[in-house]
């Protein structure tokens, strides 16, 4: 009992238990729970050690904010290429092994290799059949009815058809992860059994991000983006919302102000003078000897144009200091479209 003292009617309870038989004694001896009862606001999450959750909050969270915005944008682009409306909705941002997310899928299927330099290893883009088959009868002039998608492999016509469709999805997820990170994608080849493709082994752990895609007429079906985790590992800092949302608001400070102009006074830059312009023939450039005299339409009062990185930035004089060729500055151009006359 650990010290624990009984009341009266507990004694006198124990008393009759035992006289009885005993057979409540475990019911009044039982010891109290240490923690107590969960209270309304706490939750129980089951956690499966099989499957851990490599990818942390923050990121998942940063993931599927990034990818809602990219289903409106592949939504305009998708609708202005069928003509048609078209919805596309972010369902899910899960955490699965591999295995589990290539069983989920039908077979066959339309299931893209794609290539996103500089990340590792390879991304899965998976369209399903009950969407992929309406929208290449939309694209090859058919109604609206709602057909019955085919159960079958893409023909050959087919997969150029359907290139357009993964390469609009492909641009807008560029456009998508510009924030974060500059990706060079590309479809490496198609399957359509995709239990074939095998880019990582069957216990590693993937993000799967589905998408829902709407047709007119009640047709429906699913896009899934499958990462793995190898990929996304190394620049997990970068997945942040809070870095790459606040970073966009923010204003410059004056110790980056300084810090910037520091780095850019010891930049070099081309700087360069223009004299004036003319026009030569061939014939006449290759007779050019030492000591010739070009002539150009060129006033000498007026003051010569000089430009940095190609960009012009002053006017001024020439003449000589020490012997040397120089230039004094004369006048500042504010908006190089004022030096189209010189």
């Known amino acids: 009992m650990s010290g624990d003292v009984l009341s009266q009617a507990e004694v006198e309870s124990l008393l009759s238990a035992m006289a009885a038989g005993g057979e409540a004694v475990s019911a009044i001896t039982e010891a109290p729970p240490v923690a107590g009862p969960l209270k309304p606001h ?22 599927q904010t990034l990818h809602e915005g990219f289903g409106r944008n592949f939504a305009a682009g998708l609708s202005a290429m069928l003509r048609s409306m078209v919805e596309v909705k972010l369902t899910s941002v ?24 500089p990340l590792e290893g390879n991304l899965i883009l998976d369209i399903n059949p009950s969407i992929l088959y309406p929208i290449i009868d ?11 998608p085919a159960r079958r492999p893409l023909t050959e016509i087919e997969l150029r058809i359907v290139s357009r469709i993964t390469g609009l999805f492909l641009e807008e997820l560029h456009r998508a992860w510009e924030n974060v990170l500059d990706l060079r994608l590309e479809v490496v080849r198609v399957e359509s059994n995709p239990q074939l493709a095998q880019i990582v082994s069957s216990n590693e752990v993937v993000v799967v991000i589905s998408f829902e895609v709407a047709l007119v007429g009640d047709i429906r079906g699913m896009v899934n983006l499958c990462i793995p985790y190898n990929s996304i590992e190394r620049i997990g800092n970068k997945l942040s919302a809070n870095s790459w949302f606040s970073w966009a608001r923010k204003s410059p400070s004056p110790e980056s102000i300084q810090q910037i102009s520091q780095n850019l006074r010891s ?30 339409e060129k006033d000498i009062r007026r003051p010569l144009l000089v430009t940095v990185e190609g960009v012009p930035k002053f006017r001024a004089r020439p003449g000589l200091l020490k012997g040397h060729k120089a230039i004094r500055i004369d006048d500042v151009i504010a908006n190089p479209a004022e030096a189209v006359g010189d």
């Open 138 to 148: 939309r694209l090859l002039g058919g109604g609206r009815e709602a057909a019955n």
């Open 42 to 63: 706490d939750k129980v999450t089951p956690y499966d050690f099989k499957r851990p959750e490599r990818v942390g909050k923050e990121q998942m969270r940063a993931l």
């Open 94 to 117: 899960d955490q699965l092994t591999y295995s589990e997310f290539v069983f989920s899928l039908e077979n066959p299927t339309c299931f893209n290799l794609l290539k996103a330099e």
């Open 267 to 296: 930049s070099p830059v081309s700087l360069s003078v223009r004299l004036a312009t003319t026009r030569v023939s061939t014939g006449e450039l290759i007779g050019l000897r030492v000591g010739d005299i070009i002539t150009t």
